[in-house]
C-alpha cells in the first residue's frame, strides 16, 4: 500500500484579490505535493479560504452586499486563480461550508463540556486588517507589530481557551519534536519570544459583529477566527462527520505549509487545540518567508504595487513564473520579487540554458542523423563525467526536497542542465561531423545529450508543469518518463525520432517600466500665499466621538480649541472606532462655513490623508497646545 502525504497551505482570507506572495505559498506547497506523488505516495493536498471576520462583514459591508455573496465572488477568483497557476490540490475547503461549520460548532461545544473553554471578559488591543489581538508588549510604538496599522481596545464578553493549561505539555512535546518547527530559526523565536514568557488564555468568541460560526449553545457569540480557521484541517478530512474515512487515511498532517507571521498560530493554539481533542499532532510546520518588492516593501492593494498574477503569466508564461518563485529565494528567507528578476531568470536558465540545449540537441540530431536518435557505443571522460554529474544532481535534489530546500532542488537540476551544454562544446559535435572515422563518438554525444534531456524532463516534474511535455513531443518521448526512470541512465530507446518544435522559452527584453506620469487628477489650480492665509488651520483636542445615528460614514465629534468647543461632523467611522480618536489633537479647518451634515452641525472640518482602505487624521504631538495655529 502506497504510504500518505497529507500537505496543506493557509486557507486564504477572501478579503480582496490574492496577489503574487500568496502565490508564491500555494506553488510552494503544489511543488512538494507533484514530488512526493511522483515518489509514489498517496498525497491529499488541501487549501481553501477563511471566509469569516470582521474584516469581510466590513468589505461586504462596504460593497453593499451580504458577506456571503461578498465572499462568494472572490472565491470563483482564487479557485481560478489556482487553476492558471495548475495548483493541483485535491481539495479545496471553504469556511463557511457545512462540512466545516458543523464540526467546528461539535469542537467548541466538546471543548467548553470539558472545561477547557470557559465564559470570560476580555479586554485586549486588537487589529481588525490583521484579525490579531496583541498585548501591550507586544505592540511596536502603540502600533499592530504585523502590519504597523492602529488598533484599537476592545470589551467584551468572550469565551477564553485554556491555552495556559497546555504549555508544560507543548514545551515538552517541542523538546521531543525539533523537526516540529521549521526552519529552526522560527522554533527559537515561538519558544522564547511566545511560549517560554507565558502563554495567556485565548479568546474563541466575540459579540461585536455576527459573521462567523455561532457558538450553538450561546448564539450571540461566533467563534472567533483561529478556532475556527486552524480547523479546516481536520474538517476538511471528514473528522466528527458521518464518513471520516479520509481523517482516518490522512490525519495527522505531514506538512502545514505556512507564512511566517502565521507560524505562532500553528504552533502554539493549532497543537493545544489538537491536544485538548486528544488528537494526534501534525508531524511539521514550515514558516517560509515573504515575497517583498524592491527589498522591503510588502505586496497588496494598500501597499499601491498591486498586479493580478495572471497578468505576469500572460506576459512570461506559467512556468517562467513557477520557476521564479521556486527558485529565485531560499525557501524559508523573505526574497525579493521585481520584473527584472523574472525575467533575468528567464532569460538566463530558462531560454538560454534549457531550453537552447533542447533546441541544439534536436537540431543536431536532425542534421547529423535524419532526426533520429542513434545508438551509442562510445564512452570517454566527458560522457562519463556527464553521468557523473547526473548521478549526483538527482540526489541532491531529492535530499533537498525531503528537507523543503526547493530552490536549492532546482539548482541541482540545472547543474545538468550547464553540464551538458558544457558537454556540447568541449565535444565539438561539428568537428565530430566532418570526420567519418569518429562518427561513433557523434552517435554517443548525440545519445547522450537526448538522454541527459530525458532525464532533465523528467526532475523538473514537480516544478514546471507544461514544459516537460513540451520536451517529450520534441524528444519523440512517451515513456520513460517516471520518477525514478530519472535514476537511470540509458532507458531513451535508441532509433527514437525527434522532432523540432517552437522554442521552449522565448527570451523577453527587459524595459523598465517608465516613470509614471505624475497623477494630475487631483492637481489643483495653483493659488498664491495671500489665498492660503485665508485659510485658518488649527490644533483641536477631540473629547468626545461618537457614531451618527442612520449613516455608516459619519462621526460627530466635540473638539477643544482651547478657547472654545465645538462640534464638527467627520466622515472618518469607516477608518476610526469613536473612541480611538477621544484625546487625540488633529488638525482642523476652523473658519469654514457652518454646514449640516444628516441634519446635524458641523463647525470645521478635520483634515484626513489616505485612500482606499487606509485614511487617517492628521494628528499632532501632545505637546502642541489646542488652538494652535497651524502654519
Ligand atoms: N487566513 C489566514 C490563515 C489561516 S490558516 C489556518 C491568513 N490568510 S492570508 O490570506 O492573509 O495569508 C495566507 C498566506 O499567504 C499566509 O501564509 C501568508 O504568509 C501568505 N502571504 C501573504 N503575503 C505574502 C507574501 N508577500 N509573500 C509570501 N507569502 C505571503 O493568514
Same mark, same amino acid.
Given at each position: ?25 500555494? !506553488? ?31 468589505? #461586504? ?35 463557511? /461550508? ?124 461566533? !467563534? ?11 474538517? #476538511? ?137 542513434? /545508438? ?59 570526420? /567519418? ?12 545529450? #537526448? ?181
Amino acid at each position: 500500500m502506497k504510504e500518505k502525504y497529507y500537505i496543506t497551505t493557509p486557507i486564504y482570507y477572501p478579503s480582496g484579490n490574492l496577489h503574487i506572495g500568496h502565490c508564491y505559498c500555494t !506553488v510552494a506547497a503544489d511543488a512538494i505535493a507533484r514530488y512526493k506523488r511522483l515518489k509514489g505516495y498517496d498525497v491529499m493536498f488541501l487549501t481553501g479560504t477563511d471566509e469569516h471576520g470582521q474584516k469581510i462583514q466590513d468589505k #461586504a459591508e462596504a460593497a453593499g452586499v451580504t458577506p456571503q455573496k461578498y465572499v462568494d465572488d472572490i472565491v470563483v477568483g482564487i479557485k481560478q486563480l489556482w487553476k492558471d497557476l495548475d495548483i493541483s490540490n485535491d481539495d479545496f475547503i471553504r469556511t463557511t /461550508e457545512e462540512r466545516h461549520t458543523k464540526v467546528v460548532q461539535k469542537i467548541f461545544r466538546k471543548l467548553y463540556e470539558q472545561g477547557d473553554i470557559y465564559k470570560g471578559e476580555y479586554e485586549g488591543k486588537y487589529c481588525t486588517p490583521c484579525e490579531s489581538f496583541w498585548t501591550d508588549t507586544q505592540l511596536v510604538d502603540g502600533k499592530c507589530p504585523d502590519c504597523g496599522r492602529e488598533v484599537k481596545v476592545v470589551k467584551e464578553e468572550s469565551y477564553f481557551f485554556k491555552l495556559s493549561k497546555y504549555q508544560d505539555r507543548l514545551i515538552k512535546f517541542l523538546e521531543e519534536h525539533p523537526d516540529f518547527i521549521q526552519p529552526e530559526s522560527r522554533k527559537n523565536e515561538m519558544i522564547n519570544n511566545f511560549i517560554k514568557p507565558g502563554l495567556e488564555d485565548l479568546c474563541v468568541s466575540r459579540t461585536t459583529f455576527d459573521w462567523g460560526i455561532p457558538v450553538d449553545f450561546d448564539p450571540k457569540h461566533v !467563534v472567533y477566527v483561529w478556532l475556527d480557521a486552524l480547523t479546516n484541517y481536520i474538517t #476538511a478530512l471528514g473528522y466528527l462527520s458521518d464518513d471520516d474515512s479520509k481523517y482516518q487515511k490522512y490525519w495527522p498532517a505531514d506538512l502545514h505549509l505556512v507564512g511566517k507571521e502565521i507560524v505562532r498560530f500553528h504552533t502554539i493554539i493549532w497543537p493545544i487545540m489538537l491536544m485538548a481533542l486528544d488528537l494526534p499532532l501534525p508531524k511539521q510546520v514550515f514558516g517560509h518567508g515573504w515575497l517583498v518588492i524592491n527589498g522591503g516593501q510588502k505586496i497588496g492593494k494598500s501597499f499601491g504595487n498591486y498586479v493580478p498574477p495572471q497578468e505576469y503569466i500572460e506576459k512570461y508564461s506559467l512556468d517562467a513564473v513557477r520557476y521564479f518563485l521556486l527558485r529565485e529565494v531560499a525557501f524559508g528567507s523573505d526574497g525579493n520579487f521585481t520584473e527584472e528578476l523574472l525575467v533575468n531568470r528567464l532569460n538566463a536558465d530558462l531560454a538560454n540554458n534549457l531550453g537552447n540545449l533542447l533546441s541544439r540537441t534536436v537540431a543536431m540530431i536532425e542534421k547529423y542523423f535524419g532526426g533520429v536518435v542513434p /545508438e551509442a557505443s562510445y564512452e570517454g571522460e566527458y560522457e562519463k563525467s556527464l553521468k557523473e554529474t547526473i548521478k549526483n544532481s538527482v540526489a541532491d535534489v531529492e535530499r533537498y526536497m525531503d528537507k523543503l530546500e526547493i530552490s536549492k532542488a532546482l539548482e541541482s537540476i540545472w547543474n545538468i542542465v550547464s553540464r551538458a551544454n558544457k558537454y556540447i562544446d568541449e565535444t565539438t559535435p561539428w568537428i565530430l561531423a566532418k570526420d /567519418e572515422s569518429r562518427v561513433e563518438e557523434l552517435k554517443s554525444v548525440m545519445y547522450y545529450l #537526448a538522454e541527459t534531456l530525458r532525464i532533465v524532463s523528467v526532475l523538473i516534474r514537480p516544478f514546471l508543469t507544461r514544459t516537460p511535455e513540451k520536451m517529450w513531443e520534441q524528444l519523440g518521448i512517451a515513456t520513460h518518463t517516471e520518477w525514478e526512470d530519472a535514476k537511470v541512465f540509458g532507458l531513451l530507446e535508441p532509433e527514437t525520432k525527434v522532432k523540432k518544435g517552437a522554442n521552449l522559452f522565448e527570451r523577453v527584453e527587459f524595459v523598465p517600466e517608465e516613470p509614471k506620469e505624475e497623477v494630475v487628477e487631483n492637481q489643483k489650480e495653483e493659488i498664491t500665499i495671500d489665498y492660503l492665509e485665508k485659510i485658518s488651520l488649527k490644533v483641536a483636542k477631540v473629547l468626545e466621538a461618537e457614531k451618527v445615528d442612520g449613516s455608516d460614514k459619519l462621526l460627530k465629534l466635540k473638539v477643544s480649541l482651547g478657547t472654545e468647543e465645538r462640534q464638527i461632523v467627520a466622515g472618518l467611522q469607516k477608518y476610526y472606532q469613536p473612541e480611538e480618536l477621544v484625546g487625540k489633537k488633529v488638525v482642523v479647518v476652523a473658519n469654514l462655513k457652518k454646514a449640516k451634515l444628516k441634519g446635524i452641525e458641523s463647525q470645521g472640518m478635520v483634515l484626513a490623508a489616505g485612500e482606499g482602505d487606509v485614511v487617517r487624521a492628521l494628528v499632532v504631538d501632545d505637546t502642541v497646545p489646542e488652538g494652535a495655529n497651524v502654519n
